[in-house]
Each structure stands twice: as C-alpha cells, then as structure tokens.
C-alpha cells in the first residue's frame, strides 16, 4: 500500500487534480501488471489544508503501514507530520518540500527544488532577461514576512535587487493596487508567485493596465484553457516549470505515455485541462515502479527507503533528467537549511496562443545565485 496526504478539498489550497491524477497513474500501473506482478493500492487522505487533520492523515498512514507516499503536500503542520514520518521510516516520494524539517529528511526523495525554489526560479528568470530591479509578488500570509532572507541574497550575488515585495491579500477586491505597487521603484520586473485564484485577478488587472514590465510565474497550475482566457496575459509572460507544459510532446516525446494514460484513467480529462501538476503525480509513480521493479518480494517501508537511497540515474521518460535521488546538490550558504536537493533545475517555458513551449537547451539551475 502507499499512501498521499494532500488537500484534495477546503477553503485554503485545494489540489484536487494532484490527487486524481495519482489514483489515476496507479490505476493505470496496476493494470499493465504492477509492480512484479502485484497491484498497488492508494491510500489517499484529505487533509482540508488543516493543521490537526494533516496530523492525523499522517498516524493514519503508519497505523495502515504504507510503503511509501507519493506527491504528498502538506502546508500547515510540515514538521509535525515529518516527524511522524521520520519516526516510522516511511519514505516520501515526489513531496514538494517548503518546511526545513522537509528539506533535512532522510527519508524525502524530491525530484524538483521545493516550494521556495520555483519562486527563485521566477526571478532567475526575469534576471536572465536583464531586468535587475524585481518586484515580486506573494500572497499575504506570515510566511510572506521571511521571503526576503532568502531572496535578498540570491539577487545580490546576481546583481540584481528586488525594490518592492508586494503582499497580495485573498479579500482584495481591488487586484490593479497590487500591479501599481509592482511597478514602483523603476522595477523592471514582477515574479507572481500566487495560487491560481489570485494569479487570475493580478493577471486580469494586468490586462486591463498594460504595464510597461516583465511578468514571470510558473505554469504547473495553469492548463490551457486557462492559458487562453488569460488572453495577451498569457503570450507575454514567461513561465518556469520543474517539468516541460504537459502539451508539448514535440519537444520532449516522452510526455506522450503520461498524457495518454491520465486521459484515459482520469474521469473528463484532456490534453486542454490538464496541468503539468499531474506530471509530479506521474513521475513520482514512474520513478517507483522503475526502482522496485528489479526488487524481489513484496516491498516495505525499509526495502523502498534502502532501494531509493542505493538507485542511481533513474530513467524519468525524458521529461527530466535520469534522476540520482541522493545526487545531493549544494546550497551555498543555505546548505545548512536547504538539505538534500537533487534536482534543483528547472525549464523555461512560452506559450503563443495555441500550445507551449519548453527549450530543452533553457533548463537551468535555480541553486546557481545560492
């Protein structure tokens, strides 16, 4: 059994497509075989985004003794639940780690840099543009104070500085305040590093102001029908991404396989609403199946852990490098914080009004201003 803990409904982030697309990914596993012959089954728990039940998700999780979760993300009690985890050996494969606790686990296997780091990633970007005064853009939460510890230094050391962090609040209803404040101090350039709820009011806003500024934000959440709501928005902003855009299957072949079995297993979905979200649930499967497939007998918490700390080069169907989970890749002066990462690159990504486009020749290291 395997298990995932994430916030599948609620009134804070709710990622439904995240879940679906695991029980989805599996389902299609089990039925080419699974894993040496033995279907696998998901355990999934809806932590609503609250603390005390992301808690218990997690007590339910070693009391049903899985073998390992997969693309969990839990925000609002990440130590408490690592703990739990750290305590039962029960590993964590494709977690979007945000807490440090997450970050120094030996038990984390994460094939992206975190949370934080697609942030980076937005300002390496609008930085590898030539903009050198940032703005950027987060939601209004107490997290949102400490942004800058890290921010400050990483634009620093790559000449830049970023002139206005402005905290974007869920109760606005006034979305054109947040673009205006963007724009002050001569910035050049805004990373919006929002959920999709408030993302799709700053970018509304933006259409109706047409500012004369570089707008960067990442495209996992958005799919293409968004994309084409989001009308001149979205033609010309750029896009980082741990993935390529889950359509372009010219660039980068391999997307064909999970694209095929995610609108085949997942009820109403297409290539038009998909999101590469769905990607981090596939792969996190993928690269379970490719590691345990060669392991006799039925797995354990121990004998996946042992496995995917032994496994080198793991074949993830060209979408990302082959993967060494413990390749670990320093941090610099955050390496104390900022533990095990072993893929902290990240793609570029365009749309043109049809489809995206992702430059296999513009990955890059968002570790590299550290």
């Known amino acids: 059994m395997v298990g995932q803990i994430l916030p599948l409904s609620g009134a804070n982030l709710a990622l439904?497509?995240?879940?679906?697309?695991?029980?989805?990914?599996?389902?299609?596993?089990?039925?080419?075989?699974?894993?040496?012959?033995?279907?696998?089954?998901?355990?999934?728990?809806?932590?609503?985004?609250?603390?005390?039940?992301?808690?218990?998700?997690?007590?339910?999780?070693?009391?049903?003794?899985?073998?390992?979760?997969?693309?969990?993300?839990?925000?609002?009690?990440?130590?408490?639940?690592?703990?739990?985890?750290?305590?039962?050996?029960?590993?964590?494969?494709?977690?979007?780690?945000?807490?440090?606790?997450?970050?120094?686990?030996?038990?984390?296997?994460?094939?992206?840099?975190?949370?934080?780091?697609?942030?980076?990633?937005?300002?390496?970007?609008?930085?590898?543009?030539?903009?050198?005064?940032?703005?950027?853009?987060?939601?209004?939460?107490?997290?949102?104070?400490?942004?800058?510890?890290?921010?400050?230094?990483?634009?620093?050391?790559?000449?830049?500085?970023?002139?206005?962090?402005?905290?974007?609040?869920?109760?606005?209803?006034?979305?054109?305040?947040?673009?205006?404040?963007?724009?002050?101090?001569?910035?050049?350039?805004?990373?919006?590093?929002?959920?999709?709820?408030?993302?799709?009011?700053?970018?509304?806003?933006?259409?109706?102001?047409?500012?004369?500024?570089?707008?960067?934000?990442?495209?996992?959440?958005?799919s293409l029908n968004q994309l084409k709501q989001l009308g001149q928005f979205s033609t010309k902003a750029s896009y980082v991404w741990w993935t390529p855009g889950v359509d372009d299957v010219r660039n980068f072949p391999g997307l064909a396989q999970p694209v095929a079995q995610l609108t085949t297993y997942m009820k109403n979905a297409n290539v038009n609403n998909l999101t590469a979200q769905s990607l981090t649930s596939w792969l996190a499967v993928h690269a379970f199946y490719e590691v345990m497939k060669a392991r006799?007998?039925?797995p354990t918490a121990a004998s996946v852990l042992a496995a995917f700390k032994e496994a080198k080069d793991i074949p993830m169907n060209g979408l990302i490098s082959p993967w060494t989970p413990t390749d670990y890749q320093s941090a610099g002066s955050f390496s104390s914080i900022f533990q095990n990462v072993s893929n902290p690159w990240a793609y570029r990504v365009a749309y043109n009004g049809t489809g995206t486009q992702t430059s296999t020749s513009q990955m890059f290291n968002t570790f590299a201003g550290l």
């Open 296 to 298: 006799p007998g039925t």
């Open 16 to 222: 439904p497509e995240v879940g679906n697309s695991l029980a989805a990914s599996i389902t299609a596993l089990n039925n080419t075989g699974g894993i040496n012959g033995h279907p696998m089954k998901l355990i999934q728990c809806d932590s609503q985004g609250v603390a005390s039940v992301e808690v218990q998700c997690a007590q339910q999780m070693v009391s049903d003794h899985i073998v390992a979760t997969f693309a969990d993300n839990t925000f609002s009690a990440e130590a408490q639940v690592q703990g739990i985890f750290n305590a039962a050996g029960i590993p964590r494969i494709g977690i979007e780690k945000a807490d440090p606790s997450e970050y120094e686990s030996p038990v984390n296997f994460d094939f992206t840099g975190g949370g934080i780091f697609i942030l980076v990633a937005m300002m390496d970007d609008l930085i590898h543009k030539g903009d050198k005064k940032l703005s950027v853009l987060v939601p209004d939460s107490p997290q949102a104070a400490e942004t800058h510890l890290l921010l400050d230094p990483i634009a620093h050391n790559q000449g830049a500085k970023v002139v206005n962090y402005v905290l974007v609040s869920s109760a606005s209803g006034d979305y054109s305040q947040y673009v205006a404040q963007a724009q002050e101090n001569g910035a050049q350039g805004m990373a919006l590093a929002l959920p999709n709820a408030q993302l799709f009011q700053v970018a509304q806003a933006i259409n109706q102001l047409s500012p004369k500024i570089d707008y960067t934000t990442g495209i996992a959440g958005l």
